[in-house]
């Protein structure tokens, strides 16, 4: 059979090429330099843009490493009570989005809120009479940041302390290695890089930030590229600082993607009989206890339950007219980019299957960066060759025929749409991927020579094997788009709003109380994906 | 060199192996031969400290060092193991796995010792390549490397074979069989495989669900198996039954025996070559099927009573299935079985 030439397939070189656009636009805003406007940036806001996405990223990184690697390490290696239940519970941090935790933390420990109050009629002490850490800060943030973000760490360690061999520690055994030196040069350096992959995605995710570094007042690269769109309506400059803030997510995803391939040589997939935990007795049980729940309390439980009671305290809120809008508004926006994102990943997918040459895998490959790279950034790749399109097209038309049509697509749900495409088409296609590499090109054959033709290969064959992983990559975009900041606030059409847009714009407003009703709305939606998770642990 | 003594070992409440003893002198390479799941690998692990015993004794030289009482950690026996995945590190490279065990030592002396030890393997060339870069052979001789670097007392080896191609399987194993015997090396081996358990063993065992049945040379195993367990398990073969007449004649289906047989010989074991065609002979059997093996005809043969025979027979000779042949008996081992499975006596 002979291959058809490539260009009658554009779903599998266009289309990828056009999700590649965002980022490359970013880029090309360089062609425009204007020298005027970045040596003022160099000389005032820059040097702090830089500072603090840099310090944050570190700092939380560093952070959640420590206590991601540590508590997998406690879990893997020793029984104490509760740990079983602890396997489940540690990832719901994942659930809280980095902003949501922060409004929760700031209503917390702020002047006003209960721990402060609780503490001055304990010990009769006025305003100014005490110190008291500011939550609104680097440093909070920093905190804050790693306790919602050590999941990853968490996750990548965990499995990667029980992808180890049973037979290394008893192959050094037998090599008269003490256990000590067992621990320091086999199992440190093989779980390394899964603690680096975690951090590289901490940091990731830190980059992206937006909601919570706008709230706490603290400028980095995203609170930039805002100001410097709206506040000073300089395109090419937010394009700009957009591809600053690009290539350093882009060399994290290198990183991470380099630890990947570490671990990929590590894991043997032996399963042998695996390690039994040593039993903690006594006061060092009840420590490991204590402080796996500590770490519990303040990264879910305490913001979680807090944003439970204030959402309460306003119950009609819940059936109110305007919160039904939200709702809606944002499940609509979900729903349509989930299957609009299934349908791409599953064209791209089906291509990478097919055996495509290898410029146009890579091409397929390239276009799920949009992964790596801040909400912001999309966006602004996003708008800017929409709003070139629309201003053209409206010279034109009025030109031609006296008509203007205005902002035709940026103004759009379509501009949103095509942003979260970009950003969690990798998320889609992994799920994917992952189903479809199950079906081994044999079965096609046997498929075939039993009379199956390829459509109905497809209804017959393919979707019924697909079905698990499509309901999976369904659910975490779904919950993806629904807590997505940043580009839905740069792309969103006038006057629609979503959950997250409003939880943000009434913290902003300083409403924590009213933000609590569509922030629990999005807790709530993003404990399916960790439920979905910690299934998908337990069956392994 | 190694002594067990009524070894006895379990997983949880089952019992996996039972009043197991043999022993091995310093130089020799056993092998434990057995089906899956027959307990050899754990046999194995207990040497190596891995398992604790339940009963018995094992004895490295002249010290205990595994008993119910006594366990000496793995790491203070000076037994080293090749796993049957390898067990490689995957973060070192050639000479970083063969140098693990070896952090006593100087620098100096340990990049000398890693080099000689490439140099026995022969993969000097492949010093610091990183092991997932190796191809399965490769990786099997780094392993081997890795546990002799450090000159342990015995070498335990499981099923160290197993993952690796046919043809690939009989040259490593002479390659290590003479690696072992030029460096003196006391070695266990367990396989599943008996072809290579001839190839590399000295003295063998058979172990059939947790129980050792025969401890000898594979000539031993093969010509004078002690039970059917050993007859079945090594070698092909046929078992005859054994009918005494009237008159006091001993005959099987192949006629009166030409030696004497114990008072209770209920089966006689005939293996393929002890057959061969005469077109002349006045003994038949039918082929009831035929496997070409390159040198030789595998023929599986039915005696007019209905008991099965196979033997082999030259390429050229061929004869179609259902035809019916004439054969003869040339016994060299006589092997006969109670009905209650051990063997009586057998003649040569």
Redesign the interface.
């Given at each position: 059979m002979k291959a058809s030439p490539f260009w009658r397939h554009p779903q599998w070189w266009l289309l990828p090429a056009c999700l590649l656009l965002p980022l490359l636009v970013v880029y090309a805003s360089w062609g425009q330099f204007d020298a005027k406007l970045w040596s003022h940036l160099t000389t005032t806001v820059l040097p702090d843009y830089l500072l603090n996405s840099l310090l944050l990223a570190a700092g939380a990184g560093g952070l959640a490493a420590l206590l991601g690697a540590s508590l997998a390490w406690l879990l893997h290696f020793y029984q104490f009570p509760g740990r079983r239940l602890f396997q489940l519970l540690l990832i719901l941090p994942l659930a809280l989005p980095a902003y949501i935790i922060a409004y929760s933390y700031t209503a917390l420990l702020d002047f006003s809120g209960p721990l402060q109050q609780g503490l001055r009629q304990l010990t009769g002490l006025g305003y100014g009479d005490y110190w008291f850490p500011q939550v609104r800060s680097v440093g909070g943030a920093i905190c804050l940041f790693a306790l919602v973000l050590y999941p990853y760490v968490y996750l990548l360690t965990r499995a990667s302390l029980a992808g180890q061999s049973p037979r290394w520690q008893e192959a050094c055994q037998t090599l008269g290695v003490s256990r000590r030196r067992y621990l320091g040069s086999v199992l440190l350096p093989l779980t390394r890089p899964a603690v680096f992959g975690g951090m590289a995605l901490v940091m990731m995710e830190v980059f992206a930030d937006y909601g919570t570094v706008q709230y706490f007042g603290i400028p980095t690269l995203t609170t930039g590229i805002f100001r410097t769109w709206f506040g000073m309506n300089d395109r090419t400059g937010a394009a700009q600082l957009s591809s600053l803030l690009c290539t350093l997510a882009l060399a994290l995803m290198l990183l991470e993607l380099y630890s990947r391939r570490q671990l990929r040589f590590y894991h043997t997939g032996q399963a042998g009989k695996t390690l039994q935990p040593q039993q903690l007795k006594g006061v060092r049980a009840w420590l490991a206890t204590f402080s796996v729940s500590l770490v519990l309390w303040l990264a879910f439980f305490w913001p979680a339950l807090a944003l439970l009671v204030w959402s309460l305290e306003t119950p009609a809120a819940w059936l109110s007219l305007d919160y039904l809008q939200l709702l809606g508004n944002s499940l609509s926006l979900a729903a349509l980019s989930t299957v609009l994102l299934l349908v791409v990943a599953l064209v791209l997918v089906y291509g990478l299957r097919q055996g495509l040459p290898a410029w146009q895998q890579l091409l397929i490959r390239l276009s799920g960066l949009g992964y790596a790279v801040p909400g912001t950034v999309i966006a602004i790749g996003v708008m800017w060759p929409l709003s070139v399109f629309d201003n053209w097209l409206d010279l034109f038309m009025e030109q031609q025929f006296g008509i203007r049509t205005g902002l035709l697509l940026s103004g759009t749900v379509l501009a949103l749409l095509l942003a979260y495409l970009v950003r969690f088409l990798a998320v889609a296609m992994q799920a994917l991927e992952s189903g479809i590499s199950q079906i081994k090109p044999s079965m096609d054959q046997a498929a075939a020579s039993l009379g199956c033709s390829r459509t109905q290969l497809l209804w017959r064959l393919h979707l019924p094997l697909l079905k698990t992983s499509l309901w999976t990559a369904a659910l975490l975009v779904f919950v993806d788009v629904l807590k997505e900041l940043p580009a839905t606030l740069l792309l969103r059409p006038f006057n629609f709003d979503t959950l997250a847009v409003r939880t943000f714009e009434l913290a902003s407003d300083e409403q924590l109380a009213a933000a609590a009703v569509p922030a629990l709305t999005i807790v709530l939606a993003g404990l399916l994906p960790v439920i979905l998770l910690n299934k998908a642990a337990l069956k392994s | 060199m190694l002594t067990i003594k009524q070894l006895e070992l379990h997983y949880g409440d089952t019992r996996v192996v039972q009043d197991f003893s043999l022993a091995l002198a310093t130089g020799q390479i056993g092998c434990l031969l057995g089906p899956s799941g027959s307990g050899k690998s754990s046999v194995l692990r207990a040497i190596?400290?891995?398992e604790p015993l339940t009963q018995g004794e094992i004895w490295l030289g002249d010290s205990i060092v595994s008993s119910v009482t006594v366990q000496l950690?793995?790491?203070?026996?000076?037994?080293?193991?090749v796993?049957q995945?390898y067990?490689l590190?995957?973060?070192l490279t050639v000479a970083g796995n063969v140098g693990?065990?070896l952090?006593q030592l100087p620098v100096a002396q340990r990049r000398q010792r890693v080099m000689q030890m490439l140099e026995l393997v022969g993969l000097t060339e492949l010093a610091d390549r990183?092991v997932?870069q190796l191809s399965g052979g490769q990786q099997q001789r780094v392993a081997l490397a890795?546990?002799l670097?450090?000159a342990?007392a015995l070498l335990?080896l499981d099923e160290p074979f197993s993952g690796l191609d046919a043809d690939l399987r009989d040259a490593l194993a002479r390659d290590i069989r003479q690696i072992l015997q030029h460096e003196g090396i006391t070695a266990l081996l367990v396989t599943h495989d008996q072809h290579e358990a001839f190839a590399m063993a000295d003295q063998l065992g058979v172990i059939v669900q947790g129980q050792l049945q025969q401890w000898g040379s594979a000539y031993e195993l093969y010509h004078q198996p002690v039970n059917r367990f050993v007859a079945e398990f090594i070698g092909e073969g046929h078992l005859l039954s054994v009918c005494r007449e009237p008159a006091g004649d001993v005959r099987t289906a192949l006629g009166a025996l030409p030696v004497e047989a114990p008072s209770d010989a209920c089966w006689l074991l005939v293996r393929p070559e002890d057959i061969t065609h005469d077109d002349e002979s006045l003994l038949k059997a039918q082929v009831i099927s035929t496997a070409f093996r390159g040198s030789c005809y595998h023929y599986e043969l039915k005696l007019h009573n209905g008991e099965l025979l196979s033997c082999q027979l030259q390429s050229h000779h061929c004869h179609a299935v259902g035809e019916w042949i004439g054969i003869r008996a040339e016994l060299a081992h006589w092997v006969f079985f109670s009905d209650a499975g051990s063997r009586k006596c057998s003649f040569r």
């Open positions: - | 190596a400290g891995f950690p793995p790491e203070r026996r000076k037994v080293g193991m796993f995945d067990a590190f995957p973060h693990f065990g952090h990183a997932h890795r546990a670097a450090p342990p335990l």
